[in-house]
Nanobody, 121 residues
Framework: VQLQASGGGLVQAGDSLRLSCVAS??????YGWFRQAPGKEREFVAA????????TYTDSVKGRFTIFRSNRDNTLYLQMSSLKPEDTGVYYC?????????????????WGQGTQVTVSS
């Protein structure tokens, strides 16, 4: 199993950014995105069923971020809009084999390497 995340960068507040993560090796039950700001613990951002429309977001990103997946090539995405400085951090994609859609990082089985997102004010 390999997860390769990309798409991070330096943007200004209010800008948009799309993160990508290529997942290979097998299919999964759930995929998600987490982030870690400097000096803080890794936190849940969003998760989705691998198949189906059920998704969940942390409150601070609801209405601004969208998680989705390409069926064609198993690329996972996190579309981020109206970015704020507090969205700054290293963003990680993650997948779990079972189909329970939860927000605990310990329940995800495989992780990407992380991509840095920096939002300037």
């Amino acid at each position: 199993v390999q997860l390769q995340a990309s798409g991070g960068g330096l943007v200004q507040a209010g800008d948009s950014l799309r993160l990508s993560c290529v997942a290979s090796g097998r299919t999964f039950g759930v995929y998600g995105w987490f982030r870690q700001a400097p000096g803080k613990e890794r936190e849940f951002v969003a998760a989705s069923k691998w198949r189906g429309d059920r998704k969940t977001y942390t409150d601070s990103v609801k209405g601004r971020f969208t998680i989705f997946r390409s069926n064609r090539d198993n690329t996972l995405y996190l579309q981020m809009s109206s970015l704020k400085p507090e969205d700054t951090g290293v963003y990680y994609c993650a997948v779990r084999i079972d189909s329970y859609i939860g927000s605990s990082s310990s329940s995800f089985d495989f992780w990407g390497q992380g991509t840095q997102v920096t939002v300037s004010s």
